[in-house]
């Protein structure tokens, strides 16, 4: 794309043919359109289109590809590298397009790509259903399921892409599909992990399972001094493996936010912790949680019954959009003696209240899938692990940075090579390659296929075949 085509783009007759708006420079909202939740990122784009229907999103990418105009797609606006904005671009923001519709019969649900997950689980806990996410009800449908989709119900019910059974996407020729099993199968293939890099995904179908007491777990945090730390995930990672599925918990180096349901006398007070979900009947719940409430001495022991989507959206209100945000991550295969010796100096360090290390199995049903059966490559049975500096104040980014990268950099060598594309930054076709495994040059070829001139390339860009 040139400044001149920016410049010459005639922007007022794509305002003219969408159903939703166009925000351009200068236009009261631009900054508020062109913000993504990392404030780290600070971009000017030509455009933001805020569609409001599949046709306003066929439009777009017509109307790029007739005037040679670079595209990004925002959907959640979550990426740490700040994917779905860019200087100069006409960003897709698929925000608006919120629809969702459960089928309870068929234990399915409908989401528009707009959607975030507390969108979705909103629509379906309240048939006591949910299909796997993350853990935070604020990050979009679209990125988190085109990056994998690891989370709570990943262990009993595999990743968010295991459970993707369609998905309704405009191509870079303006064009529209159904990809699913039985239609457009290369590409439905290449989206269950691939990223945004095949086309404009409009909406998606996925499969529902009931969980808990209709749509009611128990989970929470159980929260240990600091000092703890080798202890603790010595005993998380020989437990976790001979836990029942329907547990689940992910392992965090954190600070214990100043806010309640915290105790006063423990706010800022540095842990190692665990966050469980049990989504099992209830009547068994004393027995599967009875190795976790009787280990070792927590601090805080927060195991409660509550809806699903309550524990999604717990860790909402201490996030805010516009925090500084910087990531560093890879695939581990074990927490190894040497892995802890190395969080046993970091986490004390942690630089800020916001700042965190967080290792989420990637096991169970997640594991049983067979590493090339979808993009989404990382299938041996360990963890994703990701090193996370945050806070508010731009003055502290670069102390932020600094240690998750300290931090990553003494880690790593412990790693099992390649980190998730969702919590990665961009770093560069090395590290794509590595997050893709075995599975990238296939990658390549449904890209030469279905995006030849890498026209969606804001994204961890997969090189189209014989380009
Ligand atoms: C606080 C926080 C918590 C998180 N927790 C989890 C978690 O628990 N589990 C997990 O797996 N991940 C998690 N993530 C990572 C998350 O999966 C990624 O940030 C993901 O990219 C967010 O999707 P989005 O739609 O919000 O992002 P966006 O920034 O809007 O998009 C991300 C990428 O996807 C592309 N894209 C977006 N929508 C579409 C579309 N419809 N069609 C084609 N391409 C599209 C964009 O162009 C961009 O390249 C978390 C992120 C944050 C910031």
Known sequence: ?????????????LAAALRGSLVLPGDPGYDQARAVYNGMVDKHPAAVARCRDTADVITCVRFAREHGVEIAVRAGGHHAAGLGVQDGALVIDLSLMRSTTVS??????????GCTWGDVDHATVAFGMATPSGFLSSTGVAGLTLGGGIGYLSRRFGLTVDNLLAADVVLADGTFVTASESSHSDLFWALRGGGGNFGIVTSFTFRCHDIGEHGTIIGGPVLYDIADT??????????????????SGWIALLTIPPAPPFPEELWGRKACGIVW??????????????????????????LQPMPFSVLQSAFDPLLPPGLQWYWRADFFNEISDEAIDVHVKYGPRLPTGLSTMHMYPIDGAASRVAADATAFAYRSGGFAGVIVGVDPDPANAGLISQWA?????????????????NFMMSEGQDRIKAAYRGNYDRLAQVKQRYDPGNAFHLNQNIQPAGG
């Open 405 to 421: 990268r300290d931090y990553w950099e003494a880690l790593h060598p412990t790693s099992a090579g390649g980190a998730y594309i």
């Open 230 to 247: 080798a202890e603790v995930m010595r005993w998380y990672r020989d437990l976790v493996p001979s836990l029942p599925e329907e547990l």
């Open 277 to 302: 979900c049990y989504t099992g009947p209830h009547d068994r719940a004393d027995d599967v949680l009875e190795p976790v409430r009787t280990f070792g001495s927590p601090l805080v022991v927060g």
């Open 1 to 13: 794309m040139t400044t001149s085509a920016i410049a010459t783009a005639p922007y007022q007759d």
């Open 104 to 113: 309870p019969g068929g234990h399915t649900v409908r989401a528009d790509a």
